[in-house]
């Protein structure tokens, strides 16, 4: 783990690749293949795509930082960890609002998506730090 915080601190800007298409991975996941098992999950469409277009805003910040390589990588890099962490909170939001009406798998979904980008943006978060 030391040694991948060092080569990513030396090649800063791979950590805004893994990061912008991980954003993509769940904008299509949201977008186009969730939206297919709606009555599965319990989930309202409309808060599907609500919840799409976050990471696709995501995705358009961390892909931009990627291919501009900014000198100052950790103060872009922080500002997409909090935007992370600030996702999360919002899609606890809407499981929360929405908590009576989805399934087991919906909650377990999401859950599992908190947890994989709470500890994106945690990593984030520590590549910044010296």
């Known amino acids: ?22 954003a993509i991975f769940s904008e299509v996941l949201l977008s186009l293949v969730l939206p ?14 609500i919840l799409a277009l976050v990471p696709l805003v995501f995705a358009v910040y961390s892909l931009l930082c990627y291919f501009l390589n900014p000198s100052q990588w950790k103060l872009f890099l922080r500002v997409i960890a909090v935007a992370n962490f600030l ?5 606890m939001v809407y499981l929360v609002i ?14 599992l998506e908190m947890i994989v980008v709470v500890s994106l943006a945690s990593w984030e978060w520590k590549l910044t730090k010296k």
Do not use: W
């Not at 297919?36 to 795509?49: A, C, D, Q, S």
């Not at 929405?98 to 859950?111: A, D, G, K, P, R």
């Open 87 to 91: 996702y999360c909170v919002l899609t």
């Open 1 to 22: 783990m030391k040694n991948q915080i060092q080569f990513l601190r030396k090649n800063s800007k791979y950590i805004f690749l893994i990061d912008g298409l991980g």
């Open 98 to 111: 929405n908590l009576e009406q989805t399934t087991f798998i919906c909650e377990v979904y999401f859950v």
């Open 36 to 49: 297919l098992f709606v009555e599965l999950l319990g989930m309202p469409i409309r808060t599907l795509y």
